[in-house]
């Protein structure tokens, strides 16, 4: 069964940085698109930032300059590098990633989410 867990989330003070990891296991074949989502309690997921397997990227407007998504193929993994946070991205982060498990075709797969809070 595919897992995706997520790591690094906590307090920071605002101006501060932050990197997420978010890793994928399981008889797993191929990962096509992986991203990171954040979502306020009662709100929509929003999308933060995504990444194809050939490297090209996406992000939300309020995030361009400050976060970096990145990828290491062979461990399955997704990083987010988070700097000069604001109390705004104070969310949970979560993990996600569109996976093909070795038979199957591909399906969406989520993380349980990470806390992120910006405060001093």
């Known amino acids: 069964q595919v897992q995706l867990v997520e790591s690094g989330g906590g307090l920071v003070q605002p101006g501060g940085s932050l990197r997420l990891s978010c890793a994928a296991s399981g008889r797993i074949f191929s990962i096509s698109l992986m991203g990171w989502y954040r979502q306020a309690p009662g709100k929509q997921r929003e999308l933060v930032a995504a990444i194809t397997s050939g490297g090209s990227t996406n992000y939300a407007d309020s995030v361009k300059g400050r976060f970096t998504i990145s990828r290491d193929n062979a461990k399955n993994t997704v990083y987010l590098q988070m700097n000069s946070l604001k109390p705004e991205d104070t969310f949970v982060y979560y993990c996600?990633?569109?996976?093909?498990?070795?038979?199957?075709?591909?399906?969406?797969?989520w993380g349980r989410g990470t806390q992120v809070t910006v405060s001093s």
């Open positions: 996600n990633a569109a996976i093909r498990e070795y038979g199957l075709g591909y399906a969406t797969y």
